[in-house]
């Protein structure tokens, strides 16, 4: 009896001191029972065009070029030129021995000036009846043949020296002084390299989202990696029907003269598409049930089921129940519940941009952009 009435007594001292301290045994434990609120980053969706990736193996051919060769038969008198030489137009690549038609140059015109004499001397007799009309029209006849077999003469001397016929950079040549040639040995190669045209053949599912003006990145194979704009000028008529694939031709830029004609490029390009929400990276969350990411919405955290579309440099491309303007949570996520209140210590906007990857998974890859 005793017992039970220290036990009674304890328990009423109890009770007037939680009244004296103003605390309320039930009111603890429902404080208790509030969640708070969770400390985050947060980032604000935007919307960006889908970008479907496209590229093609081309092929660089020199803006102009040609093969050299003679146009008659003979010794080589010199050679004027070294491989990898810039030249003019014009400029003299080999010389001829041209000794007689130098020589019948100068028969010509010793029959030109003779022509020429005789018409002279009949014209100052002409009307006094000691020349006729026939006579002086054979001078005049002989006069324009004599002319004409000089022009002649000329001709075959000049095609005795072989010219640049546009200017570039000349190639090797197996073609020494005192060796003999004929118009079928080929002297070197002429390459004007300024500029490049980069051909290469895209599906015929792209025909009608490629045009001239658009640009593409083409990089070389050679390049360690390094790309290069080319601005499209000619897109072929026609699809080839059994590649299905169609020809187009890019012009490039070489004042470097970095390339060189026959390099291969991998060639790309951006088609844009749909629009889709974009969000970080680090904000998607991997479940039972896939991809999912944490919205902000009245203040508190709501499970968003999301799928992947196409990965940006630290951003993604998805899809899923995302407005532009919503706000994910991008940092402190490990924290976060279904319905658990947010406080959002930052706020991140992200900058919209119109390229990227071709396929999901892919890192983003710089190049031109087309829209639809």
Known sequence: MFIRLMILALA??????????GGDPGGAGERASQPQ????????????REAERIEALGTA?????????????????????TA?????????????EADEERLDVRLAQVAVREAEQLLARYR???????????????????????????????????RRTVRAPFSGHVGLTEIDAGARITP?????????????????????QVFSRIGVGDVVQATPFAGAGRGYEARIINVDSRIDPSARTFTVRAELDNAADALRPGMSFRVGFDLLSD?????????????GDGAYVWAVREGRAVEVPITLVQRREGRVLVSGDLQPGDLVVAEGIQRVREGAPIEIIEMRRAETRTTGSGTPGAAAASGGAFGE
Do not use: K, Y
Not at 135 to 157: C, F, G, Y
């Open 84 to 96: 990898g030489d810039r030249v003019e137009a014009g400029d003299v690549l080999l010389q001829l």
């Open 37 to 48: 609120a969770v400390r985050v980053v947060a980032q604000e969706v935007v919307l960006e």
């Open 124 to 158: 100052r007799i002409e009307g006094t009846g000691a020349v006729s009309d026939s006579q002086i029209d054979e001078a005049e006849t002989a006069l324009d043949a004599a002319r004409i077999e000089l022009e002649q003469a000329r001709v075959a001397l000049e």
């Open 12 to 21: 009423a001292s109890a009770v007037a001191a939680c009244s004296e301290q």
């Open 61 to 81: 051919r020199a803006r102009a070029s040609a093969t050299i060769f003679p146009d008659t038969a003979g010794a080589v008198d010199s050679v004027s030129f």
């Open 184 to 204: 079928t040995t080929q002297i070197t190669e002429l390459d004007d390299r300024s500029v490049l045209f980069v051909d290469f053949d895209p599906p015929e």
């Open 275 to 287: 629009q889709r929400p974009v969000v970080p990276e680090v904000a998607i969350i991997w479940g």
